[in-house]
T-cell receptor, first 114, second 116 residues
Framework: DVKVTQSSRYLVKRTGEKVFLECVQDMDHENMFWYRQDPGLGLRLIYFSYDVKMKEKGDIPEGYSVSREKKERFSLILESASTNQTSMYLC?????????????FGSGTRLTVV | QQQVKQSPQSLIVQKGGISIINCAYENTAFDYFPWYQQFPGKGPALLIAIRPDVSEKKEGRFTISFNKSAKQFSLHIMDSQPGDSATYFCAASRTNSGGSNYKLTFGKGTLLTVNP
């Protein structure tokens, strides 16, 4: 069964901490994505990557950075966590190519910043 | 700028009824329109998708209707069941210069409750 695995289901961090959220996929997908999900706001794209060491900003990149050193792993970094970054974070991957079957999502990491 | 507008925000349907969720988009370059289903504690999962070369696609009890001229598409769930209770997201993307669809823009979601 193909998978996107997020390393933590729940995290509690303090304001100002540097936070790493890890995502690993085993489908050899080229594209990987980080979204945050908030009630009433849906899924908003933070960053995405379409190849190793490549990254592009999404709609809400402020306060975040990403790293993709290997094809299967895409990390989201909160440089200095703030309370407004309390959210559900979802990682997804997809293969390259037209008429692809769409994203596969992980189960999410619920981050609370106190 | 919200490129994909989804309505309603929440929907309550009786078992056996028809659930209808609507989405409207602005970018005429969009050419891939999937729907995702999300259960509590899980990530969204692809439910059904359509491309604008057809006006309707049906998979079991789930049907997408697509109106290119109106820039609207909708999800119909026939014979709705309590197990269909979930959050549904519409989304859209376009083919880039390299021939890939990859960046999805999502609607804000609809919480569907199907009462027994």
């Amino acid at each position: 069964d193909v998978k996107v695995t997020q390393s933590s289901r729940y995290l509690v961090k303090r304001t100002g901490e540097k936070v790493f959220l890890e995502c690993v996929q085993d489908m050899d997908h080229e594209n990987m994505f980080w979204y945050r999900q908030d009630p009433g706001l849906g899924l908003r794209l933070i960053y995405f990557s379409y190849d190793v060491k490549m990254k592009e900003k999404g709609d809400i990149p402020e306060g975040y950075s990403v790293s993709r050193e290997k094809k299967e792993r895409f990390s989201l970094i909160l440089e200095s966590a703030s309370t407004n970054q309390t959210s559900m974070y979802l990682c997804a991957s997809s293969p390259r190519g037209y008429r692809t079957p769409g994203y596969t999502f992980g189960s999410g990491t619920r981050l609370t910043v106190v | 700028q919200q490129q994909v507008k989804q309505s309603p925000q929440s929907l309550i349907v009786q078992k056996g009824g028809i659930s209808i969720i609507n989405c409207a988009y602005e970018n005429t370059a969009f050419d891939y329109f999937p729907w995702y289903q999300q259960f509590p504690g899980k990530g969204p999962a692809l439910l059904i998708a359509i491309r604008p070369d057809v006006s309707e696609k049906k998979e079991g009890r789930f049907t997408i209707s697509f109106n290119k001229s109106a820039k609207q598409f909708s999800l119909h769930i026939m014979d709705s069941q309590p197990g269909d209770s979930a959050t549904y997201f519409c989304a859209a993307s376009r083919t880039n210069s390299g021939g890939s669809n990859y960046k999805l823009t999502f609607g804000k979601g609809t919480l569907l409750t199907v009462n027994p």
